[in-house]
């Protein structure tokens, strides 16, 4: 007996529900690879919706600290969201490049991904050393220690991307575009658009409600 | 330099801590005098340490449960000697080290010994029952198991240095902030459960990826097995619910660590948001263990009833309904907290909904059996013993599902034996008898019969005389987590429990004799064809143990049971005049340290952060991230095995199978 030992086309569908389409059997290595990180992502969103959750219960609890509306800067945001945008484009740019097997268009994009990245996490450790020096720290008020967690998560998150950004960069300038390598960065993309998203999900709930409040 | 750390971590006023850690030491210390002199650590570092093949990370798994089982039992029977001793007495253990047992028994429990027994067969048995070489993410696989593994050790680690946490195993704040517990011990909670829930999250998107993706030839959803679907099912809810605890957590360490204020009584905390984000975990978790439990009953049922599955379809709605409402009912857990008439009514009626696909399933077992040709063999006697168990089990559920019954019995010992009731009764149950039907897969000889048996009838009774009376004090008014009480009404049950854990220590071991006594009859027991239940899944399609590349072609499924189908088509066909199959060569993954060193740091920073020792927790940080770099820049990540040792390895099992066809007359 062997494994390929097969049964009739009878058995193919036992229910006579009609349309059978058969699965083709395991799926590619770089479809296996973007998936699992799909489902990584969405854990990771997951982990976020409780801190956005947090926020969301704590926003009102100031215990006489300031509110949102009295620390906000929304030129500043504006600032952080238009680099990060900006830097969804770039990464765009390096991962077509990278599909291309490009170099120069490789590098040129991961690096100004990485300055516009580096740029979005200056502003924001501004804002957090401009707070905390006003006596607005985290430890202030349940309002405060929501949002600095939240936006402290998200901007933890910018800074590991960064870290992975000049990794992919050293492994490119060491190895190529080898296939591994190409899924990596794959993956990276992935990341990078979907701290975006999240972005926009702490402008909107964070600066924009959070100011009404 | 060391933080908070200094001698007096070391409890050398209490001896049983002191002396079970000894033990403890002496006893690995032993274990790997043992590995060195006999010469095993080359094989033991190549073949298991570094390996990455998924049915060795899930014996890894099975193994590491079964350890922290001993562990985490202990517990068990020191808190039972207690309650039976501590009437209008102190009894022998003083609060403060009886608040640590219950704690450390429940985190073990659950995160150490559950968690990694169905996360270690799910490895073992899914890619065989897909038809598949290997798990999607191979090497992510052992940093799983291996982050698991740290957090064991730092839960064992703070036996000896430190505290563990006194807080119950849930950790509910304030009582768990800085102010009321100012030791290590929460830390060390906190630490141990973020790592090993890294690793947990690894496992779930793995498995996940490897179900929805990685499937062979044919094997469309309806043709998967049920353990596949169900591991499907609890994986989803690991992907889904471990990133709110690892959340929750988070926001726990950043109060004790930082000074934040996300569940303190100052400056706006809101103790209660703990409980909604930690029950939004916990109630999904529960099924995260059960839902893989259910499929082995499947499996077990059906193989030794010699039926297909009764039911499959609505068994397979029955697993994703559960999926779902399994997060609708977290706010159960504290109908006391006042959240409202309305509110705890939509919980209540949600909370019995529940028990309405997990009945559909009860059904389907027992038309399985219907009519079946019943092998009363132990996987079968574990899984009989489960339903009736788990049925009384879940009707004093559905007791406490009712908001008002449960402002009477929250908190009791009612309530502490209906969920032991439904753990051990589904968890427990499913893993052993997932054990003792795969052990024959996964090491090629069966286990000894009787021995199994007695251990099912001991852990059987011995699991109703200790929990039957748990109920009945609990209706007594007794209420749970007491290290002494003044009531004698309460004494003679806590006398009876604590024979009941009498008799379930005979079951451990009658288990641990059984497993002895197997390997020294193995080859008697040896199973020569791969498949010693007359199996109806692709596990039992080829050898036990498998070759590491599991299958030398990927099977073609074309129904469900594919596996039978495949023994009826040979035993009408008269396989012996099929020529022999063109082989190939095969690549498999290279085995890596990565999960094992990873973890080796990710032990140093849990260890450092927990006794605030900071350029450590860099170190370890640092150690964690060069670990992964090295891994990303090696060239070769798979080798070959050349298509004539595939044959060489086929043929020997082909070879056995066509004997067993020919003797059972199929010819």
């Known amino acids: 007996m062997t494994m390929t030992a097969t049964i009739g086309h009878a058995h193919a569908d036992p229910h006579h529900i009609g349309i059978v389409v058969e699965h083709p059997g395991p799926a590619s290595k770089r479809i296996v690879t973007a998936y699992g990180f799909w489902v990584f992502l969405l854990s990771d969103i997951v982990m976020f919706s409780c801190f956005f959750a947090a926020y969301a219960v704590l926003v009102g609890q100031t215990a006489d600290g300031p509110k949102g509306s009295e620390i906000f800067e929304h030129r500043n945001v504006a600032i952080e969201t238009v680099l990060l945008l900006l830097s969804s484009f770039t990464c765009g740019m390096a991962s077509i490049a990278a599909d291309v097997r490009n170099r120069f268009w490789f590098y040129l994009g991961m690096a100004v991904t990485c300055v516009l990245g580096l740029a979005f996490l200056t502003i924001e450790f501004r804002e957090f050393a401009n707070l905390v020096s006003r006596g607005y720290g985290p430890s202030r008020s349940a309002f405060l220690t929501a949002f600095f967690s939240l936006v402290g998560c998200h901007g933890l998150h910018v800074s590991a991307g960064v870290l992975w950004l000049l990794t992919m960069m050293a492994q490119v300038f060491a190895k190529g575009f080898r296939a591994d390598i190409l899924r990596r960065m794959m993956c990276f993309a992935l990341f990078w658009h979907a701290l975006d998203i999240i972005w926009v999900a702490v402008f909107s709930v964070v600066y924009l409600l959070g100011s009404a409040v | 330099m060391l933080g908070k750390l200094d001698w007096s971590a070391i409890p050398f006023d209490q001896p049983i801590p002191l002396v079970a850690g000894a033990m403890v030491l002496v006893a690995i210390l032993g274990v790997l005098a043992w590995v060195v002199v006999k010469g095993h650590?080359?094989?033991?570092?190549?073949?298991?340490?570094?390996?990455?093949?998924?049915?060795?990370?899930?014996?890894?798994?099975?193994?590491?449960?079964?350890?922290?089982?001993?562990?985490?039992?202990?517990?068990?029977?020191?808190?039972?000697?207690?309650?039976?001793?501590?009437?209008?007495?102190?009894?022998?253990?003083?609060?403060?080290?009886?608040?640590?047992?219950?704690?450390?028994?429940?985190?073990?429990?659950?995160?150490?010994?559950?968690?990694?027994?169905?996360?270690?067969?799910?490895?073992?048995?899914?890619?065989?029952?897909?038809?598949?070489?290997?798990?999607?993410?191979?090497?992510?696989?052992?940093?799983?198991?291996?982050?698991?593994?740290?957090?064991?050790?730092?839960?064992?680690?703070?036996?000896?240095?430190?505290?563990?946490?006194?807080?119950?195993?849930?950790?509910?704040?304030?009582?768990?902030?800085?102010?009321?517990?100012?030791?290590?011990?929460?830390?060390?909670?906190?630490?141990?459960?973020?790592?090993?829930?890294?690793?947990?999250?690894?496992?779930?998107?793995?498995?996940?990826?490897?179900?929805?993706?990685?499937?062979?030839?044919?094997?469309?959803?309806?043709?998967?097995?049920?353990?596949?679907?169900?591991?499907?099912?609890?994986?989803?809810l690991i992907v889904a619910a471990f990133p709110i605890l690892t959340a929750t957590l988070a926001m726990l360490l950043l109060d004790r660590y930082l000074g934040f204020h996300f569940f303190t009584n100052e400056a706006g905390g809101n103790v209660?948001?703990?409980?909604?984000?930690?029950?939004?975990?916990?109630?999904?978790?529960?099924?995260?263990?059960?839902?893989?439990?259910?499929?082995?009953?499947?499996?077990?049922?059906?193989?030794?009833?010699?039926?297909?599955?009764?039911?499959?379809?609505?068994?397979?709605?029955?697993?994703?309904?559960?999926?779902?409402?399994?997060?609708?009912?977290?706010?159960?857990?504290?109908?006391?907290m006042g959240a409202g008439p309305d509110v705890n009514a939509i919980f209540g009626i949600a909370s019995m909904i529940i028990a309405v696909p997990t009945g559909v399933k009860i059904y389907n077992w027992l038309f399985t059996m219907y009519g079946g040709r019943i092998r009363f063999t132990t996987p079968m006697l574990w899984s009989v013993g489960f339903m009736v168990t788990f049925i009384t089990g879940g009707l004093t559920g559905v007791l406490v599902a009712v908001p008002p019954a449960d402002f009477l019995l929250h908190n009791s010992l009612f309530l502490v034996a209906h969920f032991h009731h439904v753990i051990i009764g589904g968890v427990l149950f499913g893993a052993f008898a997932g054990f003792t039907y795969w052990f024959p897969k996964a090491f090629g000889f069966r286990l000894e019969e009787a021995w199994g048996k007695a251990a099912f009838w001991f852990t059987f009774i011995g699991f109703y005389v200790t929990f039957l009376p748990l109920y009945t004090a609990g209706l007594l008014g007794m209420t749970r987590r007491l290290q002494h009480y003044d009531v004698a009404a309460w004494r003679p049950w806590m006398h009876v429990a604590a024979i009941g854990m009498g008799l379930l220590c005979v079951a451990v071991v009658c288990q641990i004799t059984q497993l002895v006594v197997s390997i020294r009859n193995r080859e008697a027991l040896r199973d020569r064809t791969g498949d010693p239940w007359d199996g109806r899944s692709l596990e039992w399609a080829t050898s036990s143990p498998p070759p590491v590349f599991n299958f030398a072609f990927h099977p073609d499924v074309r129904g469900e049971d594919a596996y039978w189908a495949m023994k009826q088509h040979a035993k009408e066909q008269q396989l012996e005049h099929h020529p022999e199959p063109e082989y190939e060569d095969i690549e498999m993954p290279r085995n890596s340290p990565t999960g094992f060193v990873c973890a080796f740091f990710a032990s140093v920073m849990g260890f450092a952060l927990i006794w605030h020792i900071w350029w450590m927790v860099i170190l370890g940080v640092l150690g964690a991230f060069a670990t992964f770099v090295v891994f990303a820049w090696r060239d070769h990540d798979e080798y070959v095995i050349p298509a004539a040792e595939v044959a060489r390895i086929d043929r020997v099992n082909v070879e056995e199978r066509r004997s067993l066809v020919s003797m059972a007359g199929g010819v």
């Not at chain 2, 570092?45 to 202990?74: C, N, P, Q």
């Not at chain 2, 829930?197 to 498995?207: D, E, F, K, Q, R």
């Not at chain 2, 397979?316 to 399994?326: D, H, K, Y």
Request: with cysteine.
């Open chain 2, 272 to 336: 209660m948001m703990f409980m909604n984000l930690i029950w939004a975990w916990g109630h999904p978790e529960v099924y995260i263990l059960v839902l893989p439990a259910f499929g082995i009953f499947s499996e077990v049922v059906s193989t030794f009833s010699g039926k297909p599955l009764f039911g499959y379809r609505s068994m397979v709605l029955a697993t994703m309904a559960i999926c779902v409402i399994s997060f609708m009912v977290w706010l159960h857990h504290f109908f006391t």
């Open chain 2, 41 to 236: 650590l080359p094989y033991l570092w190549h073949e298991w340490i570094t390996s990455v093949d998924h049915k060795r990370i899930g014996v890894m798994y099975v193994l590491l449960a079964s350890v922290m089982f001993l562990r985490g039992g202990s517990d068990a029977i020191m808190m039972r000697i207690q309650q039976s001793v501590a009437y209008q007495s102190q009894g022998y253990l003083p609060p403060e080290h009886y608040n640590q047992i219950f704690s450390a028994h429940g985190t073990i429990m659950i995160f150490f010994v559950a968690m990694p027994f169905v996360i270690g067969l799910m490895n073992l048995v899914v890619p065989l029952q897909l038809g598949v070489r290997d798990v999607a993410f191979p090497t992510l696989n052992s940093v799983g198991f291996w982050l698991t593994a740290t957090g064991a050790l730092l839960v064992n680690i703070s036996l000896v240095v430190g505290e563990f946490a006194r807080t119950g195993w849930l950790a509910f704040p304030p009582l768990s902030g800085l102010t009321y517990s100012p030791g290590v011990g929460v830390d060390y909670y906190a630490w141990s459960l973020q790592i090993s829930g890294v690793g947990t999250l690894v496992a779930g998107i793995n498995l996940v990826t490897t179900v929805l993706k990685l499937r062979t030839k044919g094997m469309n959803y309806l043709r998967m097995p049920m353990f596949c679907w169900t591991t499907l099912a609890s994986n989803l």
